[in-house]
């Protein structure tokens, strides 16, 4: 069932929103907040840094990339790949 971006708010996750674009896997990461975070994974909304371990994906392309990830390789051995929808 696609989670929304009001979903991680509640729960207090930082997660990156995945898309397939142009054939690859597109990430933008964004704290709990739903601040739109850069390359350091810091909110400056929130002031601390950020541990984006939920990948929400926007379309089911993205989706199935991203849980061959997760499975498939160790550094991402504590993320998690789910369906983004409602707000999306």
Request: glycine share 6%; proline share 5%; net charge negative.
């Amino acid at each position: 069932m696609p989670v929304t971006r009001e979903t991680f708010k509640i729960q207090g996750k930082d997660y990156v929103v995945a898309r397939w674009e142009d054939e690859q896997l597109v990430m933008e990461p964004f704290c709990q907040c739903g601040n739109a975070l850069n390359e350091d994974y810091f909110c400056e909304r929130c002031t601390r840094e950020c541990q984006c371990t939920i990948i929400a994906c926007s379309d089911p392309q993205a989706l199935s990339v991203a849980e061959k990830m997760v499975q498939g390789h160790p550094h991402f051995k504590n993320y998690r790949a789910c369906l983004l929808g409602g707000d999306e």
